[in-house]
């Protein structure tokens, strides 16, 4: 999860992010008039549910159960955007043991509960989806690298399932995850939209590049502080603060 301070969007040297308050009036409102997209496709963790640190401390406590000690910045560092699997080898370099079925549900299990114990929705998530469905008469669509029963279970617990019901897509479904195209891909076609004319919402390089790589305009949920240089880098065409702001920009497109 990113934080950055407003007026602070340019954070990379020589790359500038085009805030609403760079330009006059006029100018604005031809930009906002020109970004009008046929779907909107979200990500979920991270960008609709505050699940990325729980997540992450179940597997690494479990992590450290086995043989492999990090703190928790270092976990969500190395996994947040990736599935366990796409690590299976560190992990059993690490751990000096194999990476069986059994230990993957142990890590469900303790992810879930965690879970249904503690997830919040991101503060005006509700907000950003309902100005989705408005901005393309209905669509939308939640993609993930996650595993379709932990998007869905998060959705329904924050209330949000409702909005993308039959719209659900999940990495573990396609021949390939993030930051492969698939699952944007899978959820563009689905709504009949163009790959081109779909705007997609992530905070994560590994998603950004997914989005971009699926002929997408990519934006950037960024609310902390140094990270949105490489959201830009990865080749997200603009940053925003709060899912609040981003029902703004939609809004007035």
């Not at 919040?120 to 379709?148: K, M, N, Y």
């Not at 999940?170 to 699952?183: I, L, Q, T, Y």
Request: aromatic share 6%; proline share 5%.
């Amino acid at each position: 999860m990113l934080r950055l301070q407003h007026r602070e969007c340019q954070s990379a040297p020589g790359a500038h992010l085009p805030c609403q308050t760079d330009y006059p009036q006029e100018m604005k409102d031809k930009r906002q008039n020109a970004m009008k997209f046929k779907a909107i496709l979200f990500d979920c963790d991270g960008v609709l549910v505050d699940s990325e640190a729980i997540t992450c401390g179940a597997l690494r406590d479990l992590l450290e159960e086995s043989g492999w000690s990090m703190t928790l910045a270092e976990c969500m560092d190395r996994f947040i955007g990736k599935t366990v699997r796409e690590e299976g080898a560190a992990i059993e370099a690490h751990t000096g043991k194999p990476l069986t079925e059994a230990w993957m549900q142990t890590f469900y299990e303790r992810r879930n509960q965690g879970l249904r114990e503690r997830l919040q929705i991101i503060p005006g998530a509700a907000l950003a989806v309902q100005a989705a469905l408005a901005h393309t008469g209905g669509q939308i669509a939640c993609a993930s690298g996650a595993d379709r029963f932990k998007v869905e279970m998060m959705l329904r617990q924050v209330g949000l399932l409702p909005f993308f019901d039959g719209r659900v897509f999940s990495g573990h479904e396609m021949p390939r995850s993030k930051p492969a195209p698939d699952v944007y891909l899978a959820a563009a076609a689905h709504l009949q939209v163009p790959g081109s004319d779909c705007l997609v919402i992530e905070d994560t390089t590994v998603g950004v590049t997914a989005g971009v790589a699926a002929g997408a305009t990519v934006w950037g949920y960024c609310p902390d502080p140094g990270a949105g240089a490489a959201l830009l880098q990865a080749g997200a065409q603009r940053l925003f603060l709060t899912m609040t702001e981003l029902a703004g920009l939609l809004g007035t497109s």
